[in-house]
Each structure stands twice: as C-alpha cells, then as structure tokens.
C-alpha cells in the first residue's frame, strides 16, 4: 500500500462561524472528537488560511481550514470524469473499484475528494451514491448549502437513471420489467446480499436486451425504486447475475472468501472480471435554472467494462436505439 499525506481542506460554513477551531473540527468531522483534534492541531497538521493556528482560535465564515493526515491507503484508479462543472449540481463520472466517501482504509482516493481536487472545489457534496465496484454517473452538490436544498429534492432532480450491465447468460426475453421484493438477508454468510422475498420492500426495474454472444449479455436497465443492490439483486434473481459480481454470483461465495483474505486469482477468473461489470450510463436530469430536462452520460468506463464492450462493436446504436423506444432522446 502507498504512504499517502493528504491535505484536506474545508471552508467554515455560516452556521459555524464564532466556534473554536476545535470546537468546529469535531462537529464537522466527527470521526476524531474535541481532544483528538486538539493533539492534531498542537502537532502542526491543521491550519487556518494557511497559517498555525491554535484549538482557541475563533473561527470567521469563510475561514479555509486545512488538516494533513498521513496514512496507507490501497492504489486504486485516480480517474474521475467531469461531465458537467457549472451550476449548483455538478455532475461527475466515478471510476469503478473507487468508494464514493471514507471507508476505514481509504481517506485520500474517496470519489468526492478526487472531485474536489478535479474542480479546485473543497466544498462539494455527494447527493447519492454508488456501490465501491459500480462506475458511472454520479450528482453532487457544490456545497453544503447547496446539498441541503437539493437533497430532499433528489426525485425532481434525477428524473431517470439508466445503467449498462454484462451478465451471465443470455435472456430469454428482450424487455422485462422486475418487480420482485427483496430484503436484506443479515443471516446469509455474505450480509450484504439482497435477497428475493415477498414480504421484502418493493422494487420495480426495467431490463433491454442488447447484445448477446459467447455466454455473456449486455442489458440496459432503468431502475424506478432505490433499493440497495437493486439491479444485481434482480439480475441474479433472473438466473443472470453480473459478471464479476462478489455477491451474487456463487450465492456470494467469492465475497465471504474476500472478506476472510482468501481470495484467489481463480475466484476472479471463474467471476469473470475483476469487479462488477455494472455502469450508471446516463440519466434524465432537471437541473436548477434549466429550461427543461437534460441527458448527462458518462463514459468513464473501466478497462474490464471496455474489454466487454469490445465484443459487441455496435452496442451503442443498440443502446440509443433503446433509449428512444423508452421515450428518451
């Protein structure tokens, strides 16, 4: 693993002008309380509009506050996509294998802090998110404030989300619209996994066939319900699970032998792919001060996702194609 020292930064936000640097640095980044942040501080690794600063000093809105952190971090791909920049919600493209925000291993290569370094913006915000192995076309916010009108707002603002999947298999339909109920299954082995079950919470998916050939399919799917792992749990539930999908490929066999450190390089070649081959393709936005809705896509594929691709030269006429059969141009 690198040795990253990363430098965060942050902007006092209105409601948090006249605190102490301490008091604000553990009400904004709880992770550390008050006395952790003070040792940070009497170490020299938080600054305020670049200077040393003391736990006392009393903070103005707008002051820039700066905090370095030294630590090991796994490499993972540093790429990330600005598909739109301007405005109160840019939107991004995520690199596949990248968490959108902090895990307990990965501080620096989060998804939202490689879009805060790609636009020089330190404020920005996720407004969803997407699992740590799916790419794709990603909405934040441009700052706190601005997160905090357009979040409760997210159904008005993402109006229709399509993704891209290779699969297991060839269906034997060309559209089907999931319905299946599912819940999470905390007595499985792998307790992420979301299974089919009709007292479940409801979900509705819709699936196209695009392409099909030498035992894998590329699907579009358009989801209508938010539901945790909705389209690979569907997907799976229909006898063609993602290829490469820790989960739900061996009813979650390679995740559990993950999550114990005994993976191996035939794991990952009997699941076909390195992570799974799921893609937030485009999405029908109506986006603040827009005159109408808006198509964003991302193309911020993954070199498994391209390799897979490659086998089908012309899935996206095939894709476009359905896209206006769905009403969307």
Not at 40 to 64: F, Q, T, Y
Not at 216 to 242: C, D, F, W, Y
């Amino acid at each position: 693993m690198p040795r990253v020292r990363a430098t965060f930064s942050s902007f006092v936000p209105p409601n948090m002008g006249g605190l102490s640097l301490s008091e604000y640095l553990s009400k904004r980044f709880p992770y550390l309380d008050e006395a952790g942040w003070r040792e940070r501080i009497a170490r020299g690794d938080v600054r305020v509009e670049g200077k040393e600063a003391s736990p006392e000093l009393v903070l103005k809105n707008g002051d820039k506050v700066s905090s370095e952190v030294e630590h090991d971090e796994p490499e993972l791909p540093e790429e990330v996509e600005i598909v739109r920049a301007e405005g109160e919600i840019p939107a991004f493209g995520k690199s596949a294998l990248v968490p959108v925000s902090r895990t307990g291993e990965v501080t620096w290569n989060t998804f939202v802090q490689q879009a805060r370094r790609a636009t020089g913006n330190p404020e920005i915000r996720l407004l969803h998110r997407l699992d740590r192995e799916t790419s794709g076309l990603i909405l934040c916010a441009r700052d706190l404030d601005a997160a905090k009108r357009h979040q409760a707002n997210l159904k008005n603002l993402l109006l229709r989300k399509f993704y891209l999947a290779v699969v297991f298999g060839t269906p034997e339909w060309t559209a089907l619209r999931c319905e299946t109920p599912l819940r999470e299954a905390t007595e499985h082995p792998a307790r992420a996994i979301m299974l089919p079950d009709p007292a479940g919470k409801p979900c509705s998916t819709d699936f196209r066939l695009l392409e099909s050939g030498g035992g894998r399919s590329l699907v579009l799917a358009e989801i209508h319900t938010g539901r945790k792992h909705q389209i690979r749990a569907h997907l799976a539930s229909l006898g063609h699970p993602v290829v490469g999908d820790k989960i739900y490929v061996d009813a979650g066999a390679s995740y559990v032998k993950m999550a114990t450190g005994r993976l191996e390089p035939a794991d990952l070649e009997r699941l076909g792919a390195p992570h799974h081959l799921l893609h937030s393709w485009k999405a029908l936005v109506r986006l603040p001060g827009s005159e109408g809705p808006e198509l964003l896509e991302s193309g911020l594929f993954s070199p498994a996702f391209r390799e897979a691709l490659a086998r089908w030269p012309d899935w996206r006429e095939r894709a476009e194609e359905a896209l206006r059969d769905l009403g969307v141009r």
